[in-house]
């Protein structure tokens, strides 16, 4: 069985269609990417598979499930957007906490998972620094780990 399962998906902007008839699946462990030039509708994608964007057509099943008209929260895996949107304000602990604590996760759950993710991402001894303190690429790392953090 496939852990994501796209069938028909499609999207269309006054008109002009975004996505058209995407379909794909992928297993548990497997690595997908999306390619292709800009414009074409890879953020769209994303987007509607994020809930963050309703298709126009077609089914999106998440662990043998549809998820089709579920809010994002309740979706189970995560999105990282090209802008990174890491908040200014926290430090990097408290970036990838974020949605944890949105979930309203034990406080010893949250530490857990948030130490796991750094040191995934071999961030482990950046728990307390500042966003502004990191490089590109760091930020780029942090920004995985909150992605992954609900997941």
């Known amino acids: 069985m496939s852990l994501l399962s796209v069938s028909g998906l499609q999207k269309s902007f006054d008109g002009v269609p975004a ?19 800009s414009g074409c509708g890879k953020t769209t994608l994303l987007r509607m598979l ?19 008209g579920l809010a994002p929260q309740q979706r ?14 926290m ?8 949605g944890l604590r949105m979930q309203k996760l034990p406080t010893a759950q949250v530490q857990a998972r948030v130490h796991e993710l ?7 001894g950046y728990a307390r620094r500042k966003v502004h303190e990191l490089s590109g690429g ?14």
């Open 19 to 37: 996505v058209d008839g995407v379909s794909f699946s992928a297993d548990a462990g497997e690595i997908l990417c999306l390619l292709g030039p």
């Open 50 to 68: 994020a809930g963050l964007e309703e298709p126009d057509a077609g089914t999106i099943s998440f662990d043998d499930r549809s998820i089709d």
């Open 76 to 89: 189970g895996f995560g999105l990282m957007f090209q802008d990174l949107a890491l908040f200014p304000h």
């Open 91 to 98: 430090d990097v602990f408290g970036n990838v906490a974020f």
């Open 118 to 124: 750094l040191v995934l991402v071999e961030m482990g």
């Open 138 to 151: 760091e930020r780029q790392r942090v920004a995985l780990a909150r992605s992954l953090a609900p997941a």
